[in-house]
């Protein structure tokens, strides 16, 4: 459904917190489209599935109906469908004409010490925009929450401002504005660059940056309430220490130092596993 929030369903618990968030920022948004997709993988194995895809598309098309009749009854409108494809690529190819993809941390089929599962993974690192990941921490509700954005000084940091801009707009939240950077360590035992680095005057280069990306974003939203921070620290640990009672946590999908062919960045891989709120990885869409 092109312009609609895609939603991966799988039954899961992670799922139905996906879905419900789905559901609320769709009201925020002011749309009225979702579409659920719930994708039956068929097993790699040598035996006979006579009777298995029906049985398992049954299950599936059973928990659509289920979440789609109590979604309707919120006013929205609900397109479900049931795939015999692995869940990843099949959100991954239908994400393109998605205004959302949302997707819980882990799904059914996760093992049970697992952070992240393959497929949030790999829909947050390869979709061809916008995904949220909802994992099981839900945010507390309280009127000083904010929406927390990572950036850094690279070309993907303004798709996540615009992102995280709007979210606060939306929600009426303040947005902090989260810029965190680390002098290099030597190298070796002659690489004298540590000792000599001036984290103060680093620091007001850093600041400067953080001021830069900024500019005209406060009169494109003046309701927003926006507080920025510069801190000497990995932005990492910095971003998942910032998510704590954040209603969302947006950042890019890679820095400016990541590797060219790198789907996903150290730092958005890392607030994944770490972060205690819903994580929007900001993507721009092709041109």
Same mark, same amino acid.
């Given at each position: 459904?092109?312009? %609609? ?36 993988? $068929?097993? +790699? ?7 298995? !895809?029906?049985? %398992? +598309? ?24 049931? $795939? ?36 949030? !993974? ?24 904010? $929406? ?31 810029? +965190? ?15 000599? !680095? ?14 830069? %990306? ?6 494109? !939203?003046?309701?927003?309430? $926006? ?54 990885? +900001? ?5």
């Amino acid at each position: 459904m092109a312009g %609609a929030i895609l939603v991966g369903v799988d039954g899961s618990e992670q799922s139905v917190r996906a879905l419900d968030w789905a559901v609320a920022e769709a009201r925020l948004r002011g749309t009225s489209a979702l579409e659920l997709l719930f994708a039956v993988g $068929v097993p +790699a194995l040598d035996l006979p599935l006579t009777g298995w !895809y029906e049985q %398992a +598309a049954g299950h599936a098309r059973d928990v659509l109906a289920e979440n789609a009749e109590r979604i309707r009854g919120l006013g929205l409108t609900v397109e479900t469908t049931v $795939v015999p494809e692995v869940a990843a690529p099949a959100l991954i190819n239908r994400a393109e004409q998605a205004a959302l993809t949302v997707v819980g941390l882990r799904g059914r089929g996760g093992f049970p010490g697992l952070r992240i599962g393959s497929v949030a !993974y790999q829909v947050a690192a390869h979709a061809p925009g916008p995904v949220a990941v909802i994992g099981p921490e839900q945010p507390n509700g309280r009127p000083e929450s904010e $929406v927390v954005c990572g950036i850094d000084g690279s070309d993907q940091a303004q798709g996540a401002i615009a992102a995280a801009m709007e979210a606060a707009s939306l929600r009426g939240r303040p947005l902090r504005v989260v810029h +965190a950077w680390r002098h290099p360590s030597a190298l070796g035992p002659g690489d004298m660059l540590s000792l000599v !680095y001036d984290v103060r005057l680093e620091q007001q280069e850093q600041e400067a940056q953080l001021a830069e %990306a900024m500019a005209g974003w406060s009169a494109k !939203y003046p309701d927003v309430r $926006v507080i920025t921070e510069v801190l000497h620290d990995s932005p990492v640990r910095a971003l998942t220490e910032a998510s704590a009672g954040s209603e969302l946590l947006v950042v890019g999908p890679r820095g400016r130092r990541g590797f060219p062919l790198l789907a996903l960045g150290s730092v958005a891989h890392g607030v994944l596993h770490h972060a205690s709120c819903p994580v929007l990885i +900001a993507r721009r869409r092709p041109a």
